[in-house]
């Protein structure tokens, strides 16, 4: 599993339910790295991007309180996602501050630019 981010000199990659900064080549990169993969994100990034899957990727959502979401494949919890992601095709990437603190131990990789 793979963390993708954008951070600042402290490590924030987010500030009042956004991104810090919208820079195009950041965006970019995010676009052609995550391309057909997995990506996984909690309840509250979902909602920061707009409650729409990101497309050309399979979106999953890890939440206690959402059952259901068009475009994505919802889990309960970390445990039950990672049993999904041993079987999953191609990189996984975790994206969001709350969700890549949880599953922190079971990332392998970080991919930055």
């Not at 494949?73 to 990189?91: M, P, R």
């Amino acid at each position: 599993m793979t963390i993708i981010l954008a951070a600042d000199s402290d490590w924030a990659i987010g500030r009042d339910g956004g991104l810090l900064a919208h820079i195009p080549e950041d965006m970019k990169f995010f676009r052609e790295t995550t391309a057909n993969s997995t990506v996984v994100m909690g309840r509250k990034t979902w909602e920061s991007i707009g409650a729409k899957p990101l497309p050309g990727r399979v979106n999953c959502v890890i939440s206690r309180s959402v059952k259901q979401l068009d475009g994505a494949q919802v889990f309960g919890s970390v445990e039950e996602f990672l049993s999904f992601a041993e079987k999953a095709e191609g990189k996984v990437f975790v994206i969001g501050f709350t969700l890549r603190m949880l599953i922190l131990g079971a990332v392998t990789d970080l991919e930055h630019d």
